[in-house]
């Protein structure tokens, strides 16, 4: 009896093995930050190269990083955030690109090319952007008399008295870090050490404020009415309001851009050294930039995209947002690459501003 | 000669693999907290040549760094704070949970200890997820106690995100480490001896403090070790019920090593949180060891 | 046993415990049928979330990856925990004993980081083969402490009869041992199956490409956004543990003792 049960026990362990390797096409592994690609492109994607797209997800660029850093291997295509090109570049870890294998390029708006942190466009190519910037419960702002157009809403306790509890920031060095400099007025990407010391007491004095560093659920805290106003991306918005929609919820999410500037994620499509299929990884990037992906991209998702025809094609509630397309780039900034020696400082101070525990906030219940 | 033979062929692979992926990666760990971080992640070379002189890169700085950090001190107190009240609740709700099984017939026995090991047996993060919907803002628990606390004149409060929510989960987690092997302590237990101190003229309380409770300690130490231990590396359940309050020693060993890439201070960190562990199983070791003696010696 | 105050006591309590044990898992069952994308009143019953569910690719791609990681390693597993169990009964080996009983009682957060820098120092690929090693690093102390509880007070003459009746020292440990400790074995490989299909921190730690796990793919639902999918998800992980301890208990009832 027993030996039967365990033979049937086997048995069926391993049919479900054997139809499990059955779905047999290639693999393109992409490593991206979040759900990125529109679904009707993965479709047209996956029966073009008769591959099968698997995403993998990272939290933030440094995780990204530090696994390839690590040596992490398999991936075709990789999406980075502006100053990751660099320092994936400076590691060696991507292919310079043939620029002529991307026909598709033709479509990318020549602003967003270019770029500090990879001149020339030698190792990548403009994606999508996602603009950072504070979303709030309307009701709630209005109710304060508090009009988030600026970063002291965030960081000056003259606001953050009435707030206490109920902001979020992101999870991530670098936002917190140029948001604290703009709000000072200086440069976001400032590596002087003065700044930089000016940016930490500017945290130091307005976290205890603040409920949770939080760059995954923050929306869904909005949502739900606990939190009022939470440095956010565009993206994750467009969403919520949205899903506040469907749900017909009493809650209003709004947001807007801030006077004294906004950072942006420009994400780039990168190809890793170590890429198993370079010529999957070319015909991956310029399906992807074809202005009919772009333009599904920014429908679906309300991601920012470089493709001024694209653009075009939209409905006018995304292509007139200002902070889906704010108005006057020139107020939007990129992350440059930090020297090692300033980001580690940086992560040294941030791993105290993140691990500390504040006693003020009222959600301590203990 | 051939009894040598038979212990090399059972125990050579085992062993080997055995030192390959567990005793190697612990040195490895331990190394590399002398290290110094590298540019990009990983650490610095050890051997550098700068003008023809040759330096070794060892340093004691990530150590120096943890044990002058308030912050780190604080993150590991709150840790054992959590842990030993997470093991204390289990002790509680786990030691009644044990003894009815282990006093009920044999026929209900079975059933009753398969109810204990399928929560123990679904994936923690299920069971944590489960508190998430019962503490959310949203949920009727939540809505009672702001009813309450609003007729008693308190400000309302969010029962998820604190440090309370990550205690509860953490003991909910843990419970089934702990009835097991209570259960399997108990459950040996010789009822005769409780019928002797009773026709002694013991109370029923006095039959338990002086009969039970001594002879199942094995298993409340057992059990308390299988719940303090994985307790206190947590890094998800503050992550995910928690706020910025409830952080736990494991939040910066997988901060230092996913996100802000620094190696040896997580290497340091964790060899803290392994020594600590280390430290109180074997002071409360020898502390029951102790125990023992001294009622022996008593009597 | 007669009813009296002390064991009414642990009657109450031990029912207070099984109800804490039970009621989150209740609602979040019965929340899996609830017409409503957040989990607040009950709307009406539904299965659109398991239709939800079996449509995401991802989600069975990595129920699909845990089992296979779970198949490997825990057969691994008991292959060298049996050999190791059965060496620890018959010698004594202090490095052996020593490197089983430690990885059990080590936090797995150390296991877990120790192991990625490990496979990261020997530019050893992460991603399926990497959490299999893992894996089995956990399991074989499981099996082995199975098998060699078994064999506690198990008489060693008869093995070495066999021996004296010309039968091989391989004959022997596969026609007569194997068979006396196959519920240890069971109990230990059933173990390893289920730790593995669990296991969090140390896969966390230990994937690469394309090999999320169901745990994985679970937890990075919790961060992003709950939906009811996670519950459906988990009705049916709940569903599954139920069949399997079933199994576990009818074919080797002390696997918990």
């Known amino acids: ?366 | 000669m051939l009894r040598l033979n038979e212990k090399r062929a059972l125990s050579f692979i085992p062993s080997l693999y055995l030192v390959c992926l567990f005793l190697i990666p612990t040195l490895i760990m331990i190394f590399i907290a002398f290290r110094e971080p590298g540019d990009y992640g990983g650490v610095a070379p050890l051997i550098t040549h700068i003008n023809n002189s040759t330096q070794l890169n060892l340093t004691l700085d990530s150590f120096k760094f943890a044990s002058t950090s308030s912050f780190i001190w604080q993150l590991f107190l709150r840790s054992m704070a959590f842990s030993i009240i997470t093991t204390i609740f289990c002790l509680v709700l786990g030691y009644p949970l044990a003894m009815m099984i282990a006093k009920s017939g044999k026929k209900y026995r079975d059933i009753l200890l398969l109810m204990v090991i399928i929560p123990f047996w679904s994936s923690f993060l299920v069971r944590v997820y489960a508190w998430m919907i019962i503490l959310g803002p949203d949920s009727g628990v939540n809505y009672l106690i702001n009813k309450i606390m609003g007729v008693l004149g308190f400000s309302s409060v969010n029962l998820l995100y604190s440090s309370f929510a990550v205690v509860i989960c953490l003991i909910y987690i843990n419970l089934p480490f702990m009835v097991l092997p209570l259960y399997a302590n108990l459950q040996k237990h010789d009822d005769t001896l409780i019928e002797a101190s009773r026709d002694l003229g013991a109370t029923r309380l006095q039959s338990f403090l002086k009969v039970t409770l001594p002879l199942s300690l094995p298993g409340v130490l057992a059990g308390s070790a299988l719940v303090f231990i994985p307790s206190i590396g947590m890094f998800v359940v503050p992550e995910l019920v928690g706020n910025n309050c409830s952080l736990m020693i494991g939040n910066l060993i997988k901060q230092q090593f996913l996100q802000t890439e620094n190696w040896p201070l997580g290497s340091v960190t964790s060899i803290i949180m392994t020594l600590a562990v280390l430290g109180i199983s074997l002071f409360v070791g020898v502390f029951a060891s102790r125990l023992k003696g001294l009622k022996y010696a008593n009597k | 046993m007669q009813t009296n105050k002390m064991s009414k006591v642990f009657l109450f309590g031990g029912i207070f415990s099984f109800l804490f044990l039970y009621i989150p898992l209740i609602v979040l069952i019965l929340y899996s049928f609830n017409n409503s994308k957040i989990n607040v009143g009950w709307v009406g019953f539904t299965l659109k979330w398991y239709k939800v569910l079996f449509a995401d690719k991802e989600i069975i791609h990595a129920g699909v990856n845990s089992l296979l990681i779970a198949f490997t390693s825990s057969s691994i597993s008991v292959v060298l925990g049996t050999l190791g169990g059965v060496a620890l009964h018959r010698y004594k080996i202090p490095l052996l004993s020593a490197l089983v009983m430690v990885p059990v009682a080590a936090p797995e957060l150390l296991v877990g980081v120790s192991l990625l820098l490990f496979f990261l120092m020997i530019n050893f690929t992460l991603g399926y083969a990497s959490i299999i090693l893992a894996h089995t690093a956990f399991s074989i102390s499981f099996v082995a402490i199975a098998v060699k509880s078994r064999m506690f007070g198990m008489d060693d003459s008869i093995i070495d009869a066999a021996r004296d009746l010309g039968a091989s020292p391989f004959k022997a440990f596969w026609l007569i041992l194997i068979p006396t400790i196959l519920p240890g074995i069971i109990a230990g490989g059933l173990m390893a199956f289920t730790l593995s299909v669990d296991d969090f921190v140390i896969t966390f730690f230990t994937a690469g490409v394309g090999s999320t796990t169901l745990p994985l793919a679970i937890y990075s639902m919790l961060k992003m956004g709950v939906t009811p999918e996670v519950n459906a998800a988990s009705t049916i992980i709940i569903l599954f543990t139920l069949c399997l301890a079933s199994i576990a208990t009818k074919l080797s009832p002390q696997i918990f003792k």
């Open chain 1, 1 to 366: 009896m027993t030996k039967y049960l365990i033979n049937k026990f086997v048995l069926s362990i391993i049919i479900v093995l054997l139809s499990a390797t059955s779905f047999a096409d290639k693999d393109l592994n992409v490593f991206i930050g979040s759900n990125y690609i529109a679904d009707p492109t993965i479709a047209r994607l996956e029966s073009s190269c008769k591959c099968h797209l698997v995403q993998n997800y990272f939290n933030d660029n440094g995780e990204m990083l530090a696994k390839m850093a690590a040596g992490a291997t398999g991936y075709n295509v990789i999406v980075a955030t502006s100053y990751a090109v660099t320092e994936l570049a400076k590691m060696g870890k991507i292919e310079p690109l043939d620029l002529k294998r991307l026909p598709n390029l033709a479509y990318v708006d020549k602003n967003f090319m270019n770029q500090v942190y990879d001149v020339g466009n030698k190792y990548s190519v403009p994606y999508a952007y996602t603009p950072v910037f504070l979303a709030y419960n309307a009701d709630k702002m209005k109710l304060l008399g508090i009009t988030p157009n600026t970063w002291s809403v965030v960081f000056d306790p003259k606001y953050l008295e009435k707030l206490k509890g109920h902001v979020t920031m992101f999870n991530s060095s670098r936002n917190v870090f140029a948001a604290a400099l703009l709000y000072l007025g200086k440069d976001p990407n400032s590596t002087n050490l003065e700044d930089l010391k000016l940016a930490r007491e500017v945290i130091d004095r307005a976290s205890p404020y603040w409920a949770k560093f939080d760059s995954d659920s923050y929306y869904r805290g909005l949502l739900r009415g606990d939190i009022w106003i939470a440095m956010s991306y565009s993206i994750d918005i467009y969403r919520a309001i949205a899903d506040a929609k469907a749900s017909h919820s009493p809650i209003k999410i709004e947001a807007m851009l801030q006077k004294e500037g906004d950072m942006y994620e420009l994400d780039n499509m990168v190809i890793p050294a170590s890429t198993p299929d370079l010529d999957l990884s070319y015909a991956f990037i310029n399906n992807a930039l074809l202005t009919k992906s772009e333009y599904e991209l920014s429908n679906l998702t309300g991601s920012s995209v470089p493709n001024k025809v694209a653009i075009k094609m939209l409905s006018p509630d995304i292509a007139n947002n200002p902070w889906i397309y704010p108005p006057d780039m020139k107020k939007m900034y990129v992350f440059n690459e930090y020297a090692p020696k300033i980001r580690n400082l940086i992560n040294e101070m941030w791993t105290e501003i993140q691990m500390r525990c504040h006693e003020i906030c009222n959600t301590c219940s203990y």
